[in-house]
């Protein structure tokens, strides 16, 4: 038999296994069982009605029987972890909620879910509080409803699963790219065109690794595209939407640094230095103030849009920036229409 974790993003694993030429018939539920490590038979039956358990491209249910040399693809929302969540009653902004599941406008500083050095004080310990009769969020996983994440200190929209089949369908679509996902971000720099697309696969540093970079012959890194428009022109940085058409971590910030146009105060990805604009101590004075302004990067995830799980009707949420991002853009509007340089 041969066995492989396929892809693995990092909220959803991608499985492929190739049935042995001599396998006995056996239900696919119990077969996959069998073979994936901390994989419970009921989440691969909710994943089956889901659709998301596939035999030869086409879903099945968990009574399938596999067949020699059957070649089988399955999507999980999730990985396993090992440590306990703990519920925090921590307050959340919901702009949306159903049975199904609920939609948060997620404050810049706030962690998304546990991992290292961040145990406690995520969103999820406080989903775990607020949602706490329901069975997902009692189950033992660390990262429960979880389908995408945005970064620490990226403020915006997500949505969480309520039920293991809106998890397992809201999965596969993120994972099948039938999202629309928008962010705004402040920018160094000018650019030449008013849109444009950046492509190259993004993976690990190298030099450092809790960065990202850019692999643009491919050889490394799992490919990865961001289109932008340009919203504002600010003198020396530039308002921009990012419209995502992968989801790979740290996508727009790595690929704006990799175009030379790093996000205004990413410490991460040399935005927190001055990297347009005069020489006078007046204008680096402005920007020292701006970058205290916003002590964070200057990024927004702005909309979201998908279809429901259960009811198939399209949906769409938009929030308006944040404080600290509108009191940045304001004041280069100030200053550009008032500078003497």
Avoid at 90 to 108: G, S
Avoid at 141 to 159: A, F, N, Q, W, Y
Avoid at 203 to 226: C, F, H, I
């Amino acid at each position: 038999m041969q066995e492989e974790l396929f892809e693995q993003s990092e909220l959803y694993e991608h499985y492929r296994i190739v049935a042995d030429k001599g396998q006995g018939l056996l239900r696919v539920d119990k077969f996959l069982f069998n073979r994936l490590e901390h994989v419970s038979r009921n989440k691969i039956q909710i994943a089956a009605k889901a659709g998301n358990v596939l035999v030869n491209g086409i879903a099945v249910k968990p009574n399938y029987r596999v067949k020699p040399a059957d070649l089988i693809t399955v999507v999980l929302p999730y990985p396993h972890h090992e440590f306990e969540l703990i519920p925090e009653n921590i307050p959340i902004n919901i702009i949306y909620e159903d049975d199904h599941l609920l939609v948060v406008n997620k404050d810049a500083g706030m962690v998304v879910h546990p991992g290292h050095g961040n145990y406690t004080g995520t969103l999820v310990n406080a989903l775990a509080w607020y949602l706490k009769d329901i069975p997902l969020f009692r189950s033992g996983e660390i990262r429960p409803g979880l389908v995408h994440r945005i970064d620490k200190d990226t403020s915006g929209i997500l949505v969480i699963a309520k039920t293991e089949i809106a998890l397992n369908k809201l999965a596969r679509q993120f994972y099948d790219r039938k999202t629309q996902r928008t962010y705004q971000a402040v920018v160094w720099g000018g650019f030449d065109e008013p849109e444009g697309t950046i492509t190259g696969h993004i993976g690990r540093s190298v030099k450092d690794r809790l960065k990202m970079q850019v692999y643009p012959g491919g050889e490394n890194g799992k490919p990865a595209t961001t289109h932008y428009r340009v919203l504002e022109k600010l003198g020396y940085v530039s308002l921009a939407e990012c419209r995502l058409e992968t989801g790979r971590t740290h996508q727009i910030r790595v690929h704006m640094e990799y175009i030379n146009h790093p996000i205004f105060n990413d410490m991460r990805y040399g935005g927190d230095k001055i990297l347009r604009g005069t020489v006078f101590a007046k204008y680096r004075q402005f920007v020292e103030n701006c970058f205290e302004i916003i002590p964070r990067q200057a990024l927004h995830a702005k909309s979201l849009g998908f279809k429901h799980p259960l009811t198939g009707k399209e949906l769409y949420f938009d929030s308006a920036l944040p404080p600290d991002m509108e009191q940045l853009i304001i004041r280069w509007r100030n200053y550009i229409s008032g500078r003497d340089d």
